[in-house]
């Protein structure tokens, strides 16, 4: 990577290194190319300066994938505005919540997407919490106290020149999953994205497939990637892994990175994924085993990658020619100027290699800082309280392998204190999925009177013995990680997000509350 040039390389000059955009459904595809949506980003910004948008003006954006994000991004980034990322998947709570806070002027939404009642679930928001003062509808009027833009008028408008980018203003906010609390907003300005794509350029191949959302950062970092690499874009409004598979085959897709589910389909597709080249996945499904394996019997070479909102997706990933350690999360850091440490949460010191402990990050590609109500300040106390010596305190329980190198084990809030010792509940969970019925395995802590005790949840499709259960466990563990209690539910509890589902750990501990006496 050539560093001498980052400053003077802005976001707009990455977009437009992108090839063209290619947008696939089931029945056909959409091709638009660099110059033509370079073209729709002039006019969307004379549009938006006409309608009176300021530096700084944030704008919420909720929206599928597609050329119209892709082009609002640009357009923000010229514009010195901020996009908040809105999960298509959130409805009336969540909205007014990331939207209120963020203090939108703006918002985008498409009114014919999913056949999703966007009008009906704005109708239940008290319009004053939301503080929207216009809705850009891609189909009809938006009903409610605003202005409708359409967007067929942002694209008749005088184009604009105007380019207010810097690597110091900010461009984009993210929400955190909230499964614990309420989802804090992440804001990144333009120098780290800017500098992450570039970080990633030697990874990304020719043609790029986004599957994954990009209102969350995974799906977004697909992009940078893209950007950085100079290629083509592939994308999806929604998940479909025979679409997905398909496009990867007609286009000779050479990058993809998604979930570990996602990934699972698309190799069990039956397409034919040779051109594939450079594949990573996130582990959001413990249950899920074996998907490098099934990936390597259709040629396809797979790793465990790393990343979360604050310092990107894609923050570190494996080695392919290691295969023994391929599918493990974490990895070596993707960029030169990035470093990770383990520290003891307790006493805050470093820990030797191969200890477990608290994940520690600094690098480029690190965020601003957490957005404080109202999104025009950084709430400094919040952020600073994740911070130690300029060093990011992840949340993550790992270990270093080397100084390059970490292995990430699982949440640090999910671990539990058992017998006085830390335990990493994927221990218990691994002992239990080895009877053939167990399909999936969560183990949270409850705190009783003789100390924190182990509760297991258990999916099966058979009726568990929670005896037997408990006596494998018995014969395999130290008596400190036998649950005292094996629970079977028919799903676990879930908070959606735009990377996966996420399990709500907090509702898990409520429940074991409830059953254990």
């Known amino acids: 990577m050539d560093t001498e040039n980052l400053d003077r390389l802005s976001l707009p000059d990455l977009f437009s290194r992108i090839s063209r955009v290619i947008v696939c459904h089931e029945d056909e595809d959409k091709k638009t190319s660099s110059q033509q949506i370079q073209g729709e980003v002039d006019r969307i910004c004379g549009g938006l300066e006409k309608w009176g948008i300021k530096p700084g003006d944030r704008v919420a954006v909720w929206l599928p994938n597609g050329v119209p994000y892709v082009e609002l991004l640009w357009a923000a980034a010229r514009l010195g505005i901020v996009v908040v990322s809105v999960n298509t998947r959130f409805r009336s709570t969540e909205v007014e919540d990331i939207i209120g806070r963020s203090g939108a002027r703006l918002l985008v939404v498409d009114p014919s997407f999913l056949g999703i009642d966007f009008s009906g679930i704005l109708s239940r928001i008290d319009s004053t919490k939301l503080g929207v003062e216009a809705v850009v509808s891609l189909g009809g009027t938006v009903e409610g106290p605003w202005t409708t833009i359409h967007w067929d008028e942002l694209l008749r408008s005088s184009p604009s020149g105007v380019d207010r980018s810097s690597p110091s203003i900010p461009w984009i906010v993210f929400t955190t999953s909230g499964t614990t609390s309420a989802p804090k907003l992440v804001l990144h300005h333009q120098g780290s994205p800017a500098e992450h794509a570039l970080d990633l350029e030697r990874w990304f191949g020719q043609s790029v497939l986004a599957a994954v959302p990009l209102c969350g950062v995974f799906g977004y970092t697909m992009l940078l990637g893209a950007m950085g690499a100079g290629s083509e874009l592939v994308t999806m409004p929604v998940f479909d892994a025979s679409v997905a598979a398909s496009a990867i085959e007609r286009y000779g897709v050479t990058t993809f990175h998604g979930s570990d589910e996602m990934l699972l389909r698309i190799v069990e597709s039956g397409r034919d994924l040779s051109s594939l080249n450079a594949v990573g996945y996130a582990r959001f499904d413990n249950a899920l085993e074996g998907v490098v394996e099934a990936a390597s019997q259709v040629g396809v070479d797979a790793i465990g990658l790393y990343g979360m909102s604050e310092v990107h997706a894609i923050y570190s990933h494996r080695d392919r020619d290691n295969k023994e350690r391929s599918s493990v999360p974490g990895g070596t850091l993707v960029s030169s100027r990035a470093e990770a440490r383990v520290i003891d949460p307790s006493t805050g010191n470093d820990v030797p290699e191969g200890t477990e402990g608290e994940l520690l990050l600094k690098g480029p590609s690190l965020f601003a800082g957490y957005l404080a109500d109202g999104g025009t300040e950084i709430d400094i106390a919040l952020t600073e309280a994740h911070f130690v010596d300029g060093w990011f305190r992840t949340g993550d329980l790992a270990r270093l392998e080397n100084s390059e190198t970490f292995e990430y084990l699982a949440r640090l809030g999910d671990v539990l204190r058992l017998g006085g010792f830390l335990v990493n509940p994927a221990e218990i969970e691994d002992c239990l999925l080895q009877n053939p019925n167990v399909e999936a395995v969560q183990v949270v802590g409850i705190d009783l009177p003789g100390g ?44 959606p997000s735009a990377n996966g589902s996420k399990i709500q750990k907090v509702r898990l501990r409520e429940l074991a509350m409830e059953e254990v006496d």
């Open 452 to 495: 924190t005790k182990p509760v297991a949840f258990v999916i099966s499709q058979k009726p568990i013995n929670e005896d037997e259960l408990r006596m494998k466990c018995r014969s395999s563990l130290a008596a400190y990680k036998v649950p005292v209690r094996i629970l079977q539910l028919d799903e676990f509890p879930v908070t």
